[in-house]
């Protein structure tokens, strides 16, 4: 019996597919390829595969019991984990991409520029056809970097931030491990310790019960007046409405989300009308930049060799952590 994959994704070009192909093949795989419009002819195609590769939770809860491994193509898999029932094999292996890490460190360096260079104020100065141009500034250069999460993300911006003259850049994680590129990295036990010190505060957590509100009223409160907070991991990691009132109330300098709770945010949020925030609409690290694609298919069929060889795939996800 032949052993197949079902690939449904919107991003593939010709030579992806090639890679993908060359891969199956030397892996003793056929690859069926569905575009986004076809998730009928997938869901077919699926109930006779033992591999997945997607980001589509209903096409998960569509796949049979016999599916082995689901190779998700997007870096947050909190979907999957926080509800297994999505999964009709509990032995399902689960794999993610962490290949965002330069898209994302290029939108947050333009973020910070922009909130640094005071572009929210100048917008508004423009925007009433007005002449003013004397707001003080901050640079990188000579600057100090606070950032929650020391992953791919993280560590893809501090080399940026270095490269740009960053005097000093402190990270956080989970387990507080040493980290090249940063300066110093602590647990985020001691992240209330930190956050009184911090400048600029750039968040890239994974979507987990212990980062929902990580920075909430309380924390927020212990920033500076000055501070900015830049969240390109998961909107959940801020309490939103103490952070609309800091803002409001000019007890923060500014802040940058690409991921915010609800998304799509609602038209009547209050987020829409904060001073000083600049808002994107989740774009900083979806499939729009193509050296991403690139890597995100280059991981897949790195994966695809080892799962061929009955390896363990080197982006496997633990489900219990959540990444």
């Not at 993908?20 to 093949?25: M, N, Q």
């Not at 077919?44 to 809860?61: D, G, N, P, T």
């Not at 500014?254 to 925030?277: I, T």
């Amino acid at each position: 019996m032949s052993r197949e994959i079902c690939i449904y994704q919107e991003f593939l070009t010709d030579a992806h597919r090639a890679a993908i192909r060359s891969a199956a093949d030397q892996a003793g795989l056929i690859p069926h390829f569905f575009t986004l419009d076809q998730f009928e002819e997938a869901r077919e195609c699926l109930q006779h595969c033992e591999v997945l590769y997607a980001h589509s939770v209903k096409l998960l809860r569509a796949a049979p019991a016999s599916l082995k491994w689901y190779c998700c193509s997007f870096a947050g898999v909190d979907p999957y984990c926080k509800d297994p029932s999505v999964f009709a094999n509990p032995d399902c292996m689960l794999t993610n991409s962490n290949g965002y890490g330069v898209t994302i460190a290029e939108h947050v360096v333009m973020v910070t520029l922009m909130l640094l260079r005071r572009m929210p104020e100048y917008e508004a100065v423009v925007r009433d056809r007005k002449w003013t141009n004397q707001l003080p500034i901050r640079s990188i250069r000579d600057n100090e970097f606070t950032l929650l999460g020391t992953g791919n993300i993280g560590s893809n911006v501090a080399e940026r931030l270095r490269g740009m003259g960053a005097a000093k850049i402190t990270g956080l994680s989970r387990s507080g491990q040493a980290v090249s590129g940063f300066d110093a990295v602590y647990p985020i036990s001691r992240l209330d310790e930190i956050l009184p010190s911090a400048k600029i505060l750039i968040m890239s957590l994974p979507g987990t019960a212990e980062t929902v509100h990580i920075l909430d009223r309380a924390r927020i409160a212990l920033l500076p007046r000055d501070a900015y907070v830049i969240n390109v991991g998961r909107g959940t990691a801020i309490e939103q409405m103490p952070l609309i009132e800091a803002l409001n109330e000019g007890r923060l300098a500014g802040a940058a989300l690409d991921v915010m709770d609800p998304e799509p945010l609602p038209p009547d949020h209050p987020l829409w009308s904060a001073k000083n925030l600049i808002l994107t609409p989740h774009v900083s690290g979806n499939m729009t930049l193509g050296y991403t694609c690139d890597v995100n298919v280059e991981m897949f069929c790195a994966d695809l060799l080892r799962y061929g060889q009955g390896k363990l795939p080197q982006n496997l996800v633990d489900r219990t952590r959540g990444y």
